[in-house]
């Protein structure tokens, strides 16, 4: 729940204290001045992170916002994630006051069944948002040899950081263009270059882009599975 009253983050927060754990930060680092990469110590043993790793921080009494696990080593205690700070709302500005050896009480969530080892091609479309959990996916896509493209959605000042992660087959859009126009996303590679129809349809991010995206997929009949998962939305709070 992204804003409740604090009576009831407080009782969800005890409810749920096996999924609740104190992490030290130990590492930041600003990939550029909007990107904000992170690294926590805590105790995460009897965890297995699943790929897409969903954990929350309360960033104030009533909000609590949601970031993807990028890396997390469970022998070694340690996770990162990637966050977009894009303006002063509570969340992006939680993320850019942490500082090293901050101590903050932060919530594991679940991981999602976006990737099937099975499938031989891959599409992950995503924005700034979706980073962390491009940057999970990019390991077992290249060990299980996949056919594979990453489509990010870009601010300008953004453009340079697959490169600079190290991802690798992606192609990089404006934001308020291709994914704004089906007309557009109908002229995209994956509909035009090659026969796409089977593969695996990860959609993350700004919720606006990948719904036309999907709208898309779907009137191309696309047969293989498309996962959704709405990252942000337009004048909305929380998610
Ligand atoms: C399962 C899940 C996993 C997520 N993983 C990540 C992650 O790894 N990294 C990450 O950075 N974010 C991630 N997000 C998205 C993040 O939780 C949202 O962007 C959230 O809204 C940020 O909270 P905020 O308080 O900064 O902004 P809010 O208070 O929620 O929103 C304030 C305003 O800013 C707008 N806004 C929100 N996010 C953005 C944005 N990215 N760009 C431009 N405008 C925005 C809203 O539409 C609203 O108008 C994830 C979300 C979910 C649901």
Redesign the pocket.
Same mark, same amino acid.
């Given at each position: 729940m992204?804003t409740a009253p604090k009576w009831v983050n407080d009782a969800m927060e005890t409810l749920a204290s096996s999924r609740m754990r104190m992490v030290e930060v130990v590492e930041t680092t600003y990939i550029t001045p909007q990107l904000k990469k992170i690294q926590l110590k805590g105790d995460f043993s009897k965890l297995t992170f699943e790929l897409g790793h969903?954990i929350s921080f309360r *960033?104030n009494d009533n909000?609590s916002? =949601?970031?993807?696990v990028s890396y997390g080593d469970v022998k070694a205690g340690v996770i990162e #994630?990637? !966050? =977009?700070i =894009? $303006?002063d709302? *509570? $969340? !992006?500005k939680f993320i850019d006051n942490l500082k090293l050896r901050d101590e903050i009480k932060m919530g594991l969530l679940r991981g999602s069944k976006q990737y099937d080892p099975n499938v031989k091609q891959q599409l992950i479309f995503g924005d700034?948002?979706s980073l962390? &959990?491009m940057m999970d996916f990019l390991p077992r896509l290249q060990k299980n040899l996949h056919q594979f493209m990453f489509y990010i959605e870009l601010d300008e000042e953004n453009k340079a950081v697959p490169e600079l992660l190290g991802l690798t087959n992606y192609m990089v859009f404006s934001k308020q263009d291709v994914f704004r126009s089906k007309e557009k996303i109908r002229e995209l590679p994956v509909f035009k270059n090659g026969d796409w129809q089977n593969a695996n349809i990860v959609l993350t991010g700004n919720i606006n882009s990948l719904q036309n995206f999907r709208k898309v997929f779907k009137e191309h009949n696309h047969k293989g599975k498309l996962f959704v998962?709405g #990252?942000? &939305?337009? $004048?909305?709070? $929380? &998610?």
């Amino acid at each position: 729940m992204p804003t409740a009253p604090k009576w009831v983050n407080d009782a969800m927060e005890t409810l749920a204290s096996s999924r609740m754990r104190m992490v030290e930060v130990v590492e930041t680092t600003y990939i550029t001045p909007q990107l904000k990469k992170i690294q926590l110590k805590g105790d995460f043993s009897k965890l297995t992170f699943e790929l897409g790793h969903t954990i929350s921080f309360r *960033v104030n009494d009533n909000d609590s916002r =949601h970031y993807t696990v990028s890396y997390g080593d469970v022998k070694a205690g340690v996770i990162e #994630f990637i !966050a =977009h700070i =894009h $303006g002063d709302a *509570v $969340g !992006a500005k939680f993320i850019d006051n942490l500082k090293l050896r901050d101590e903050i009480k932060m919530g594991l969530l679940r991981g999602s069944k976006q990737y099937d080892p099975n499938v031989k091609q891959q599409l992950i479309f995503g924005d700034e948002t979706s980073l962390s &959990l491009m940057m999970d996916f990019l390991p077992r896509l290249q060990k299980n040899l996949h056919q594979f493209m990453f489509y990010i959605e870009l601010d300008e000042e953004n453009k340079a950081v697959p490169e600079l992660l190290g991802l690798t087959n992606y192609m990089v859009f404006s934001k308020q263009d291709v994914f704004r126009s089906k007309e557009k996303i109908r002229e995209l590679p994956v509909f035009k270059n090659g026969d796409w129809q089977n593969a695996n349809i990860v959609l993350t991010g700004n919720i606006n882009s990948l719904q036309n995206f999907r709208k898309v997929f779907k009137e191309h009949n696309h047969k293989g599975k498309l996962f959704v998962k709405g #990252f942000w &939305l337009e $004048g909305k709070k $929380g &998610l």
